[in-house]
């Protein structure tokens, strides 16, 4: 008799509750069985198509046993035994064939006298000794598994997918460039509807209107200052999706009220100098959405520059509702809800 399976999915810490979002709107009669940083398992019996609908998450696990881990080294010893006797559960994903080999990235968090290698080390000989799997290595393997150890709970799970599922396959990628489910999110956050008139005023490379062309719209259109960015953002973009060298801060030929929703990773004055200063253009810019944005419309935006978003907003009479914070390369920019005050 097959079991439902469990899975697990990873995402960048802070959009555990947009992955939920999703995928108990994309998966009808899945469950949600525990969320933890930057993780969340789930049970579903959705075909393997449907689960790839998921876009806001960067891999998709299948979940294989939930054990116990003391905090010394010496316990590993039982790790290594309870992977020999854990039950892999009946499911297609689990048929390796004979002699498949195996990897084991593991992360660890809690008070321990093991690092995180000795620990993947620990289930690789699991695996080894009882499953019919050899020792793989990065540059060869077949399946690879992974370890989450936290406090005493170790989980262990199958990789299903790889770089190109959260890559999108191949494309070009701007400097600042955001992990194409990171900009799903955002798309996400925005609620998309059919009827949507669709604008990111500073796309780089392109990656959220591409998102965002996973859904029906009037129209998706990507608009940056920069030529190069614009070029790459062409060479990635569907035909639907509307790209052109603009500026954000005069949007000279986006008629008053037009726009319904916008989704933008603002220039943090980091990675990518603004032409101005972030103050005096978030002020710019903040005062042509409230010109652009429909009395219903919705604006999502990403930045790290919590004052002068706060502030532009005051400036221009727009509703600046913070939403969540995502961590990201060693910073916490804040995911903000922007619109008319009703
Ligand atoms: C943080 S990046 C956006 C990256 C994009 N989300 C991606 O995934 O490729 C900010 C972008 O804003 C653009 N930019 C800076 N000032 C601008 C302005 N006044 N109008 C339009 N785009 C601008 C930069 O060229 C840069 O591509």
């Known amino acids: 008799m097959s079991t439902v399976p469990t899975y697990m999915v990873t995402v960048a810490p802070g959009l555990e509750d947009v992955a939920i979002s999703e995928l108990t709107t994309k998966l009808p009669g899945a469950w949600i069985q525990a969320q933890l940083r930057g993780r969340v398992l789930f049970v579903a019996n959705s075909p393997w198509e449907d689960l790839q609908q998921l876009r806001c998450v960067d891999n998709i696990y299948v979940h294989i046993g939930w054990l116990k881990v003391g905090p010394h080294k010496a316990d590993l010893e039982h790790l290594t035994k309870d992977i020999e006797n854990m039950h892999f559960p009946d499911i297609p994903y689990l048929l390796p064939k004979t002699k498949a080999r195996a990897i084991v990235n593991a992360s660890r968090s809690g008070h321990h006298t093991f690092n995180r290698f000795d620990a993947g080390w620990a289930v690789l000989e699991g695996l080894t000794a009882a499953h019919g799997f050899v020792p793989g290595t990065t540059e060869a393997y077949d399946c690879e598994f992974r370890l989450d150890i936290v406090d005493h709970d170790a989980l262990i799970s199958l990789k299903l997918t790889s770089a190109a599922f959260r890559f999108r396959g191949q494309r070009t990628f701007s400097r600042a460039a955001l992990r194409p489910p990171i900009a799903h999110a955002l798309v996400w956050l925005s609620e998309p509807r059919s009827s949507d008139v669709f604008l990111d005023p500073f796309c780089g490379s392109g990656t959220i209107p591409i998102e965002r062309a996973t859904y029906e719209a009037v129209s998706i259109t990507g608009g940056d200052i920069s030529p190069t960015a614009i070029e790459a953002a062409r060479e990635n973009a569907p035909a639907e999706v509307t790209l052109r060298c603009l500026d954000a801060c005069d949007l000279w030929d986006t008629p008053s009220a037009?726009?319904?929703?916008?989704?933008?990773?603002?220039?943090?004055?980091?990675?990518?100098?603004?032409?101005?200063?972030?103050?005096?253009?978030?002020?710019?810019?903040?005062?042509?959405?409230?010109?652009?944005?429909?009395?219903?419309?919705?604006?999502?935006?990403?930045?790290?520059?919590?004052?002068?978003?706060?502030?532009?907003?005051n400036l221009a009479q727009l509703i600046c509702r913070p939403l969540l914070k995502i961590s990201l390369h060693g910073s916490l920019p804040t995911v903000y809800l922007v619109c008319h005050p009703v």
Not at 263 to 291: M, S
Request: proline letters at 5%; glycine letters at 4%.
């Open 258 to 313: 037009s726009v319904n929703a916008i989704v933008t990773n603002l220039p943090w004055g980091k990675q990518i100098a603004a032409p101005q200063e972030i103050e005096t253009l978030y002020r710019q810019f903040l005062l042509e959405t409230k010109r652009v944005l429909a009395p219903t419309g919705r604006a999502i935006m990403l930045t790290d520059r919590e004052e002068a978003i706060d502030h532009a907003c």
